[in-house]
């Protein structure tokens, strides 16, 4: 399947109306670049609720969808401090408006950040949600106890790879990526985004001091592995990861995870390893005594791409018989 980026849109501008880094507008402009916008509605010269979104194509059909390297979107609401039933009509009210400024599209998926658990508004649009896992930690400010909530098999190898690696910060995007493409590549895969988005991301990043990149890097000069963070003063996020197969049981994976949550701890609340559904990524997160914490999923599907849908499983269940 083929997709075809529509550049029809206007991006918004820059507002400070977001849950997460992922919904800044210069954030979108990189993973995004021309076809992104956002849903506003606003009242007393002040955004109330917004929902960032990008667009683009599919077998011809409008699709609205995550960007590559962004894990939520929107929406977010002005908080109120009302009591629980007000808010909650509000949000339903506000939720309408956003579903009714969005752009005509045949098929929408976006995922929902984990603070917003009200998606019944949606529901009663049509739309479907299913639920994902992430592994938060939400406390990063002793580091004694976050060792000490690491499991003992995590501290081991931690303490394994302290004895022939050091942590380097680096700039070194090409170096990163390399680390990164290997691990695809150990899966039989290729990269799910392309370098030039990786690229542009980091450029903007950089530019504003919202990334960090680590090297585990051995005395004979080998880099065993890599991590990928990005952050706010919200939450610090580990964004991409990678490492060299043959060197992967020197315990780089997690001295990198480890050095990266510490650092979090000087400038964001927050620490998400945006989990996997995985059964050994979730594992290794879980080592690292984070909590799970959901997020959802929400899908809207016209009456043409559900006809697609339905022909599509409809071959994969011909093709299992």
Same mark, same amino acid.
């Given at each position: ?44 010269? $002040? ?23 962004? $894990?939520?979107?929107?929406?977010? %609401? ?26 005509? @599209? ?6 929902? @950040?984990?603070? #917003? ?33 690491? $499991? ?61 990149? %680590?090297?585990? #890097? ?5 880099? @065993? ?5 990005? @952050? ?90």
């Amino acid at each position: 399947m083929t997709t075809e980026i529509v550049t029809a849109c206007t991006p918004a501008a820059e507002s400070q109306a977001t849950n997460c880094i992922f919904e800044e507008p210069w954030w979108m402009d990189a993973v995004a670049p021309g076809c992104w916008s956002a849903a506003e509605v606003t009242a007393g010269g $002040q955004v109330q609720a917004r929902l960032t979104y990008a667009v683009g194509k599919t077998l011809g059909l409008r699709t609205i969808r995550q960007p590559p390297l962004t $894990q939520t979107l929107g929406p977010w %609401y002005r908080p109120t401090g009302a009591k629980t039933s007000g808010r909650l009509a509000r949000e339903k009210d506000l939720a309408e408006e956003l579903i009714a400024k969005l752009p005509p @599209h045949d098929f929408m998926s976006v995922n929902f @950040h984990r603070s #917003v658990t009200n998606w019944l508004p949606f529901f009663w649009k049509g739309f479907t949600a299913s639920p994902r896992i992430t592994y938060v930690i939400d406390d990063l400010g002793n580091t004694a106890r976050l060792w000490s909530n690491l $499991q003992e098999n995590i501290r081991r190898e931690v303490r394994k790879a302290q004895k022939r690696i050091e942590i380097v910060r680096s700039d070194d995007i090409d170096r990163f990526l390399e680390l990164n493409r290997k691990t695809f590549a150990r899966q039989g895969r290729s990269l799910p985004y392309a370098p030039a988005v990786v690229a542009r991301l980091d450029s903007a990043c950089a530019n504003r001091a919202a990334r960090s990149i %680590y090297l585990a #890097v051995d005395e004979q000069g080998r880099t @065993h592995g890599a991590t990928y963070t990005v @952050h706010d003063a919200r939450c610090t996020y580990y964004l991409m990861g990678g490492g060299d197969p043959v060197l992967r049981n020197s315990g780089a994976g997690s001295l990198l995870l480890w050095t990266a949550i510490q650092d979090a701890a000087s400038r964001s609340a927050t620490f998400d390893f945006e989990g996997s559904m995985g059964v050994d990524i979730e594992r290794f997160f879980r080592g690292f005594g984070a909590e799970q914490a959901t997020y959802l999923n929400l899908r809207w599907t016209g009456r043409i791409a559900g006809a697609l849908e339905g022909l599509r499983a409809a071959l994969r269940s011909l093709k299992g018989s």
